[in-house]
Each structure stands twice: as structure tokens, then as C-alpha cells.
């Protein structure tokens, strides 16, 4: 991946930041695209794929902690390197960005080579995780919601779906659907998979190397393998029902892994 063909997503509602640093970019060889907050990178996101995003942490309407998660629980751009802007070097701040999986922080005012310096890094470390890859294994399509409850223990929807019961979660691959008591759970292609395998599993940790083979179909070591799966793991247990900062049914194994246990 050249210069010339690499294109970056710049996103800070600071006209002037935004502005220097696209020219920075764009005199080292970048393209760029640019959005003022979270929300509105979203857009850009649905229409053009950038090879890496530099987004400031502090936004209205969408700040850049919320627009990293959805960038990483979104299976198509789960892979695209991920930068903060701060203008505070704050350690509570940057240890809530590592806890995500954020791979790498920018502290304004910039010094261009230093920018350069980090986009060409994260840039030459995304392309060898793409030459690693291995064939990723087929995502389920979603089908088509027709049951608006859980299948019931012992029916003929249940054993022929093979479906998954942990307490009161319900997973159906059947239908791509899965259930917290009465409750319908939303979740995206990767967060499905990857909440179906550690049911399957229920008590035992599985590594993120493991999971991010499963999700994604890529071979890779526990640094990046943490940081493609530590951001799925928060968006499920908050769709499962837990405040910011708890486990839940999902347990953390320090140095390990993580495991599923019934809730």
C-alpha cells in the first residue's frame, strides 16, 4: 500500500485541526476524507473505505470513544487502524482508549513528522494482519425474523436449529437470532458469532487469538487479537444488560482470555 494510494479518514469538529492535518497527509502522498464528528463519519464510512482513521476524542453529537466502537463491532471495518486526537494527554483518558483496543494516541498540537511517522506504522502493520489472513469461514445471512419468541426446550424448532441455551440466553443460528429471556438482542455478524462460540464453550476461556480466528478469519498475535476483540466484548455485555465497567456473563481471564458463564 503506497502513499499515493492510501486514503485517510481524518474526523475532528475543529476546522482548523481538520484542515492541517489533511494537508500534512496529503503533501506525504495521503488522500483524505474528512468528517466534523462521529456521526457524520459514519457516512463517509457506509460510502468510502479509508485505509486508516484519525478522529478526535472529544465531539458533539457522536465523540470518538462512541464511533470507535461501532467502527470495531462492524465486521467491514473491524480491521481499519484506528488513531485518537486528544488535546489532553489525560492517563485516565488514554487508559479508557487502550481498555477499548485503540491503537494508537495523537496529542494536539501535532508535530507533522510524528504524525507521519504513526499513520506510516499502523499503515505497514495493518497490511502484514492482511497478508496473514486466512479464509474466513462463511457469515450466516440473516434470516428473515419470523419467530418473535425464543424457540421452546424440546420443540421441533429448537432440536432441528441447533440451538444454543445458557441460562436465560437463547441463541438460534437458524434463524440468526438470539434472546435474553423474552427479549430479542440486536447484534451484528461478528458479535453473533463470537457470543455463539463462547456459548458453545460455556466455562472455558478462550483465547482472543481463538476468537478473532472465528470472527474474523485471521491469524494474528494477542496484542492485535485483543484489540479486534476487546470492543465486541463491551458492546456484548452491554446488549446483554451490563453497565459500562462490569463483566457480567462474560468473565475476563486475565492474560487468558474470556469465557461465557450462565447469567
Keep these: 500500500m503506497s502513499n499515493e494510494r492510501a486514503r485517510i479518514l481524518v474526523v475532528d469538529d475543529h476546522r482548523p485541526v481538520l484542515q492541517g492535518l489533511c494537508e500534512v497527509l496529503r503533501q506525504a502522498g495521503y488522500s483524505t ?9 459514519l457516512g463517509v464510512l457506509h460510502n468510502h473505505t ?17 464511533l ?18 486528544t488535546g489532553r494527554a489525560i492517563d485516565s483518558d488514554i487508559r479508557y482508549g487502550k481498555a477499548l483496543g485503540v491503537d494508537d494516541y495523537l496529542t494536539k498540537p501535532f508535530n507533522p513528522d510524528d504524525v507521519l511517522a504513526v499513520v506510516h506504522g499502523k499503515l505497514r502493520r ?3 494482519l492482511v497478508q496473514r489472513a486466512v479464509p474466513a469461514a462463511p457469515v450466516a445471512t440473516p434470516q428473515p425474523e419470523t419467530a418473535e419468541s425464543p424457540p421452546v426446550a424440546g420443540s421441533a424448532a ?3 436449529s441447533r440451538v444454543v441455551t445458557v441460562g436465560e440466553l437463547c441463541i438460534d443460528p437458524g434463524q440468526h437470532r438470539a434472546w435474553l ?10 458479535e453473533f458469532t463470537l457470543l455463539e462460540y463462547l456459548a458453545r464453550q460455556v466455562g472455558r476461556v478462550i483465547s482472543p487469538e481463538e476468537l478473532v480466528r472465528v470472527t474474523h478469519g ?24 451490563y453497565p459500562a465497567g462490569e463483566s457480567g456473563c ?3 481471564v486475565r492474560g487468558v482470555g474470556y469465557r461465557l458463564v450462565e447469567p
Design 68 to 85: 470507535y466502537e461501532q467502527v470495531r463491532a462492524n465486521p467491514a471495518w473491524a480491521l481499519i487502524p484506528f488513531i485518537f486526537l
Design 33 to 41: 476524507l474528512t468528517a466534523a464528528d462521529g456521526r457524520e463519519a
Design 218 to 241: 485471521l491469524d494474528t498475535d494477542r496484542a492485535d487479537a485483543g484489540g479486534l476483540v476487546r470492543p465486541m466484548i463491551s458492546s456484548l455485555r452491554r446488549k446483554l444488560g
Design 126 to 128: 495493518a497490511r502484514e
Design 50 to 66: 479509508p485505509d486508516l482513521i484519525l478522529a478526535d476524542i472529544a465531539m458533539p453529537v457522536m465523540n470518538g470513544y462512541q
Design 250 to 252: 462474560i468473565e475476563n
Design 158 to 160: 429448537h432440536k432441528g
Design 181 to 190: 429471556g423474552s427479549e430479542s438482542i440486536v447484534l451484528s455478524a461478528a
